[in-house]
């Protein structure tokens, strides 16, 4: 693996913050149901959404990732996990603009993170359903723009290791592929 940096423009991020945005937005649904005067989650994918059509790259952007991170972390502890994993997609889609230049697997995760952990929440939602996960990537997949396949193949291979969610953003970084 080369240690030099890979090329990314701003159009690039913001294609990518876009599709975060849009994969993470159906599991928005989960978190709402369990957590309805939370808004923490919805916040971060707004955030990502604003950036995507062409707002700033701040620190209110990065703020609402670690507001969604928050509320994931509160909802784990309510012991509500499909809403756990819904707020780290809308953690995964605000963050998404901060994927780095480097070619590291593990920025494949700010690319297919949102989409890895909106599969897991409709998984569990379902009551521990894989082909959930698996049918909701492919919706994901129909989703992510030429722009969005280029910044992926520029990178390694999505990383070993994450549980349930590493698997499922493995298996869409191969479909995308």
């Not at 940096?5 to 913050?17: N, P």
């Not at 599969?119 to 996960?133: K, L, M, Q, T, Y």
Request: charged share 25%; aromatic share 6%.
């Amino acid at each position: 693996m080369s240690n030099s940096a890979i090329r990314l423009s701003e159009a690039d991020l913001r294609a990518v913050a876009d599709y975060a945005a849009l994969s993470a937005l159906p599991a928005l649904a989960i978190f709402e149901r369990d957590r309805p005067d939370d808004l923490r989650a919805r916040a971060a994918i707004q955030a990502a959404r604003s950036f995507a059509s062409g707002g700033n790259r701040s620190k209110s952007l990065r703020d609402s990732a670690w507001a969604a991170q928050r509320a994931a972390i509160e909802a784990r502890d309510e012991g509500l996990r499909a809403a756990y994993e819904a707020a780290r997609a809308a953690l995964a889609a605000a963050g998404a603009g901060f994927l780095h230049p480097l070619p590291n697997p593990s920025q494949v995760k700010h690319i297919l993170g949102a989409a890895g952990h909106a599969a897991r929440a409709f998984e569990i939602s379902a009551g521990d359903v894989p082909a959930v996960g698996a049918d909701y990537l492919a919706r994901s997949r129909l989703l992510a723009s030429q722009e969005v396949v280029d910044v992926l193949r520029r990178y390694p291979g999505a990383p070993p290791g994450g549980g349930r969610v590493g698997e499922l953003i493995r298996q869409l970084d191969t479909l995308l592929r």
